[in-house]
Structures are given as structure tokens and as C-alpha cells.
């Protein structure tokens, strides 16, 4: 039991019930538990077990009951429908069956919705093969009789006396929908009913049968007295749609959404600056679901969040006509996910050239695709004034890098296509925001300047002839002996390309060296103008390098290998500095801290691990319910953020270093313990700042304690040698201050 989004209680059930609960009404005094045979009671105002009715005898997937109502003036009674279509009344205060009500038709189907009209008395129920009827209950007679094209699961009825008749001044408006079929119908029931419009893809139609993605109307319900209908449907989306009075139209516009991923996050990025200068950095976290969607995502206000649009996605549906009813009828081999780009594998990001809502979207048409050098003159020359795309995405099983305008929350000019035509593996974009490095599963990387969409560089560099000519005659000098041996490493221009899939690239913050690594276990180092070779290194055949991150104030990178190992490299000195190991299954995601001294990794084994980079500890390690897929740190370091197999939420954490001290000392695996994730409605979870008004636990020392400077002059300063952790809850002093006065406060009352 929920009480303004906070559970209150739960129910209990008999301790004979083994049968799921599929549906829960509430009237009067009493809650209702549809289980497939029998009717569970529970009191409303102590929420104890009452009773539970056993229905007429049946088994499993015989006649079983599919659905419950109520209706007013019909003192603690309850409808429930059956799979013979039938409607039996029953007294939840005796548990007595007082009528049944048959269907209109030998051949009717099940019952699949009920719903009291605002006329008393009538009863509005659907049938799973089509009829549609409105029913006297106390004359057991049928009023009305309609038929849907498609099985109805939600109906609801207009109370505000409105919306019927030819100028909709007449009352009798009824809605319909079902989970076959993204569409709402309305009907007017004036003068025997008849269909007065239909609202055309109000949600997602349903996809193939083993597909992951939602469609279909679940629920709809006008507002009480408002011409105001609310929708939901399995794409993870919540509608609000309006009904125009002057001039009249039978069709509502949408008023408000809210919606979300349809299908699990398998990617995730906070962005690294601030996007509008109106809220601090961290503000906005990027997500990449199986549904082909990328969304932007605002920790400071939710009305803020939105999906980045690709285009008008259900206008091209329309002409397809993959929204007409049928075509859905028929398992249209075309699904309205087909008309979006490929579901998204990896994607970069710097804000440092998006110009926002003023950014020049171009005259084309978006994603152009074509020969390198093929672009409009034109878009380069006005971008360069109001700014350019931000974001690349790499897409599964495809071969071109799509750009996107951040600001513009909408889909970019470009779509660039790999060197050597292999699918796009791994995407990166310059600190400098101008050009866009894109790693293909042969092997080949190519970089692309945002603003003009040109290619600029392959890495390694292609060769004219002439080079190549004089390459030779160097090569064969070498084999010769004429040139002295060296220690030095030597690699010659046109040479060094990866052998396998590229799974990484970074470009470092001077935009002087490109780093790549690839499956075939070699980290290769870039001249970042030239495109030639300048360092590598071989750790084939130990283990193949699965992904890469860098963290540019300290100039460090993070490599993931297929032997379940991190490895961290000084960029400068190309040494192994830090080896982290402790993970049982593959790396799905990882990542550093804002500040680089820790490093976070999610593995197949249900584990989060958290590593000090100075201590090399494991300080702190989450299991969670289902392996994390996805996960980001904030830019700040407030927030973690975790996508799980499976799920289409994203979990927000808050780092407890903000408000208290944490040691680093090391944690073994026994000491994990399994934790679940924070939901919508705030169960399990805290909110950000609660972590500092905690009970102060005992201490544990560190194995290394800090030692305090001395002041070497009182000409000099000396800074503090205390992690950042500890003095960055200054930033929050106000709260802490506040929530402290209110402890104080709530003691002396007591």
C-alpha cells in the first residue's frame, strides 16, 4: 500500500493462495484481489485479510475469472467476469453469489472489460472476439450493442455532459482501447452509437512477438468533470489529450506526456559541462535503450527530460501506413522501431561547440549520407557562427556514426561512414568539439570534422604513392643493414592498423594523441595531425582490450581486458601503473570518478566494485538484483548513475564522501552485501542529502592514516592534505545546517 508515492503497508494473503493476483479494486470498505479462481478480501481501513471467495469450481485455463469491477448504489458488490463470457454478482460482506449475468451472443468470447456507465445502472463490458455492449444490470437486459475491430481491454466514459452529437453538445461519449492496437476510439452512444473518431497512434502499436519493446493501450480514464482523457500504454508512456470545444472536433490533442525508455538502458553518459549555463555541471545524463531511442535526462527537473528526436518518426508511419489497423492486423513486417536508426552501442559527447536552441540545423535532410567530401558548402559556413553538433552515437550492426544537436534535442546533418566499410565499434569527439573520431570492427579508424562534415585523417595516414615508394626503399634499406639498430621503437607512416575491432578511442585534453585499443590486445598512440604511429603497446596473446576510458586532469587510462582485469596507463610515461582484479565474469561498464581516485566497474557477476587508485583498496562493492549493464559518474561527483539487465529505469545514487567520511580501507568479498535499487516512488532509497543527517557508525582506521604538514614559513601557504571527499561537503553547508537545526529541534520536543 502506497500513500503519496511512500509504502504505508502491505496486505497479506492466505496462507493457501498460491495463485497470482492479476488485478486489485478498491470500493467502500473493502480492497478486492482478482487471482484467477477465487476473489481475495481485505478491510480498507486496517488493511487486514477479510475473506476470500472461492467461485465456481475450475481449473487452470478453464474458466477462470478475467476481470473485476464495481458499481455505484450496488452496496458491496462486485462484478467479475469470466473466460465463458459470463458476469457473476457476488456480496464480498457474505461471500454469497447473488445473479449471473450470461453473455449476449453464443460465441462472445471472455470478458475482458467492465466498466459502470454514468447512468445508473448500466454496465458497459467487452468481449475478447469483439462485441461490445452497454447492459441493464437490474433488468438483465441489453441497451446497446456495438463491435471493435480489435479486443477492447479499457474503457471510460466522459462525465463532463459534452463531446456528442454533431456540434458536441450531447452527453454520451465513450473511449476505447485495447493493447493490440496503439489507437483510442470514441463512440458516440446517441441514438443506437456509432464511431465518432479515432485518435491514430495515441501510443506505440505492438511490435513482434519476441520483441522487447512495449506497445499497445493498457489503461484510459476521462478526468471527472473535465474534457480530459488520460492514456497509458506499454511504450512507458503517460498522455494527457484535450478535447477543442471552439471549433468543435471529436478528437482530442495531446495537452502533456511523460514517458521514458520502452526497452532496457544499455548505455549511459553524464554530459561533462553545463548545457544551458543556468545549472551546475552534472545536471544532464544520456541514455541509449534497446528501443533505438536516445534520451537526455534532467537530475534538476524532470519536466526537463526528453527524448532526442530523430525525425517525425510517426508521420513517415503513416505513409508506410504501419499505423493503419490493417496492417496491424496482419503482423506488418515493418514496426514503427524499424523507421528509427539501429539500436545505439556507444556514444561521445563535448559541448564545447553546441550552440544550444541557436544552433544552424541545416537546409538538408538529417543523417546525410554519401562519398567523403560530398557536403553542403553552405551548413559549414552558418554553423561555424551558431555552433555545431555535440553528440556521436555508434549503432549495432551499422556501419554509420550519426551526429546529433544537443542543444536542439534533435537529430544532426551527419552520418559518417567507417574507411574500410566495417560496422561502427567505438566513437569519441575532440575536447575542442570539432572533429569526430570513428573505430570500425576491421580495424580502421577515421576522424571527421563536425562543422563540414568532411573526412580529415585516417589513422594510420593512407599514403600517395610517392611515400609509399620511398617507405619501400626504407624497408628494404633496414633489412639490409644499412640503418643502425635502435632500442627506439621505429613506425613508419601508413603502418600499424588494428587487426581486429577497434573497442576504444580517447583523444587526450591537448588534442595531441588519438589512443585506440582493439581486441587484438595492442593500445596503439596516435599523432593526432599527422595520423602516423607513435607508440603501442603489445599485450597479445595475454588478454584482448575490450573498452577504454580516460580521465583528463590526470592524464590517465583505463583499459578492460578479457582476462577480467583493469589496468590503468600513464599516457606520458605509456606505464602500467595500477592493475585492479577481483571481478569473476566480464566488465559490462566502467568508469573513473570525477577526481580520478577512484575507479568504478560493473561485472556479470552482479557486482559494482569501487577501487581506490592510490590505495589500489577495493573500499566499497554493491550486489545488485540483476547484472548492471550501464553506469556514469557525475561530473560532480554527487551522483552515480546504474542501468540494470533487463530494466527500463535508471538508478541514481548519492556518494556518502559528499557528507561523511569514508575510510579506504579494503573490503573483501565477503563483506559485499546485496542491495536493491532505489525505486520511482523512493522505496529502498534516500534522498540525496539525507546521507549527511545519518547516526555516526564507529570508524574503522585507515591502514594508512594522513599525516599533517607542518607550515614550513608564514610567507607560504600550505594546502590542506585532505581528500576533497572531506572539505566538498562545504558545498552543501546550508542543507546540513538546516537538517541539523531540525534534529536538535525534534530532541527537545521529545
Known amino acids: 500500500m502506497f500513500k503519496r508515492g511512500k509504502k504505508i503497508d502491505e496486505l497479506a494473503v492466505a496462507d493457501d493462495s498460491n495463485q497470482p493476483i492479476k488485478e486489485i479494486l478498491v470500493f467502500g ?153 496503439g489507437d483510442v476510439t470514441f463512440w458516440d452512444l446517441n441514438n443506437g452509437g456509432r464511431v465518432m473518431g479515432v485518435l491514430r497512434g495515441a501510443h506505440n502499436p505492438p511490435s513482434r512477438a519476441d520483441s522487447l519493446i512495449g506497445g499497445g493501450v493498457n489503461k484510459i480514464e476521462f478526468l471527472a468533470g473535465q474534457p480530459v482523457i488520460m492514456t497509458s500504454g506499454l511504450d512507458n508512456s503517460l498522455k494527457s489529450w484535450i478535447f477543442d470545444e471552439s471549433p468543435y472536433s471529436p478528437i482530442p490533442h495531446i495537452l502533456h506526456s511523460r514517458s521514458g525508455h520502452a526497452a532496457p538502458v544499455t548505455r549511459l553518459q553524464f554530459l561533462l559541462s553545463e548545457a544551458d549555463g543556468a545549472d551546475a555541471t552534472g545536471k544532464w545524463l544520456l541514455s541509449a535503450g534497446k528501443d533505438r531511442s536516445l534520451w537526455g535526462w534532467s537530475l534538476r527537473r524532470d519536466g526537463q527530460s526528453t527524448e532526442l528526436s530523430q525525425g517525425n518518426i510517426r508521420k513517415k508511419a503513416k505513409k508506410f501506413g504501419i499505423l493503419a489497423a490493417s496492417t496491424l492486423a496482419n503482423e506488418p513486417s515493418t514496426t514503427l522501431e524499424d523507421l528509427k536508426a539501429p539500436e545505439i552501442t556507444c556514444i561521445a559527447s563535448s559541448l564545447n561547440r553546441d550552440g544550444g536552441m541557436g544552433s544552424f540545423a541545416g537546409n538538408g535532410s538529417v543523417w546525410q549520407k554519401g562519398c567523403h567530401g560530398q557536403r553542403n558548402a553552405v551548413d559549414a559556413t552558418r554553423s561555424a557562427t551558431t555552433g555545431w553538433e555535440s553528440v556521436v552515437t555508434g549503432h549495432r550492426g551499422d556501419k554509420y556514426a550519426r551526429t546529433w544537436f544537443w542543444g536542439r534535442k534533435k537529430a544532426g546533418r551527419w552520418a559518417f561512414e567507417t574507411g574500410d566499410g566495417g560496422n561502427v565499434s567505438s566513437v569519441t569527439i575532440s575536447p575542442c568539439g570539432t572533429f569526430a573520431i570513428v573505430g570500425s570492427e576491421l580495424g580502421g579508424i577515421d576522424m571527421f570534422n563536425l562543422q563540414s562534415g568532411h573526412h580529415r585523417q585516417c589513422f594510420p595516414s593512407k599514403l600517395t604513392p610517392a611515400q609509399a615508394k620511398k617507405l619501400k626503399i626504407q624497408q628494404l634499406s633496414e633489412l639490409d643493414g644499412a640503418l643502425e639498430n635502435s632500442t627506439v ?262
Open 489 to 750: 621503437k621505429r613506425f613508419h607512416a601508413g603502418q600499424g592498423k588494428h587487426a581486429k575491432a577497434v573497442t576504444g578511442l580517447v583523444v587526450d585534453s591537448a588534442d595531441r594523441t588519438i589512443v585506440s585499443c582493439s581486441l587484438d590486445g595492442r593500445v596503439k598512440f596516435w599523432d593526432f595531425n599527422t595520423g602516423n604511429l607513435v607508440d603501442e603497446l603489445d599485450w597479445y596473446p595475454m588478454s584482448g582490450i575490450t573498452g577504454i576510458r580516460y580521465h583528463a586532469a590526470s592524464d590517465l587510462i583505463a583499459l578492460t581486458c578479457n582476462d577480467m582485469s583493469i589496468r590503468i596507463v600513464d599516457i606520458e610515461t605509456k606505464k602500467i601503473i595500477r592493475e585492479f582484479w577481483g571481478c569473476k565474469q566480464g566488465i559490462n561498464d566502467f568508469c573513473f570518478s570525477n577526481d580520478g581516485r577512484w575507479m568504478i566497474a560493473a561485472a556479470q557477476d552482479f557486482i559494482i566494485r569501487i577501487w581506490d587508485l592510490p590505495t589500489g583498496h577495493m573500499i566499497d562493492a554493491i550486489r545488485t538484483i540483476r547484472p548492471c549493464t550501464a553506469l556514469a559518474f557525475s561530473g560532480t561527483g554527487e551522483f552515480l548513475a546504474t542501468a540494470c539487465d533487463n530494466e527500463i529505469g535508471v538508478s541514481i545514487w548519492s556518494n556518502k564522501t559528499l557528507f561523511k567520511y569514508i575510510p579506504t580501507r579494503h573490503i573483501s568479498e565477503d563483506e559485499i552485501a546485496e542491495v536493491d535499487g532505489p525505486t520511482a516512488s523512493g522505496e529502498g532509497g534516500q534522498g540525496p542529502i539525507e546521507g549527511a543527517f545519518d547516526e555516526d557508525e564507529e570508524q574503522q582506521e585507515d591502514t594508512a592514516p594522513l599525516q599533517s604538514a607542518e607550515q614550513l614559513s608564514s610567507e607560504m601557504m600550505t594546502l590542506s592534505l585532505v581528500p576533497r571527499s572531506r572539505w566538498q561537503t562545504l558545498l552543501h553547508l546550508d542543507l546540513i545546517t538546516v537538517g541539523s537545526v531540525c534534529n536538535l529541534s525534534e530532541n527537545k520536543l521529545i
Open 29 to 181: 470498505a473493502w480492497i478486492i484481489g482478482c487471482c484467477p479462481m477465487r476473489l481475495e478480501v481485505w478491510k480498507s481501513t486496517t488493511y487486514e485479510h477479510y475473506t476470500t471467495i472461492y467461485t465456481t469450481a475450475t481449473t487452470k485455463g478453464d474458466n477462470e475469472l478475467t476481470s473485476i469491477c464495481s458499481m455505484p448504489t450496488f452496496l458491496n458488490k462486485v462484478f467479475a467476469g469470466r473466460r465463458d463470457g459470463s458476469v457473476e454478482i457476488w456480496n464480498v460482506s457474505t461471500s454469497k453469489l447473488v445473479y449471473t449475468i450470461l453473455p449476449p451472443f453464443v460465441d462472445c468470447g471472455a470478458v475482458m472489460a467492465m466498466q459502470p456507465t454514468p447512468a445508473l445502472s448500466l454496465m458497459a463490458i467487452a468481449y475478447s472476439k469483439g462485441p461490445l455492449v452497454i447492459h441493464d444490470i437490474r433488468a438483465d437486459k441489453t441497451i446497446i450493442s456495438l463491435h471493435s475491430d480489435f479486443p477492447v481491454s479499457t474503457i471510460s466514459f466522459r462525465t463532463d455532459g459534452l463531446g456528442a452529437g454533431e456540434d458536441g453538445r450531447k452527453d454520451g461519449v465513450m473511449a476505447t482501447a485495447g493493447l493490440e492496437s
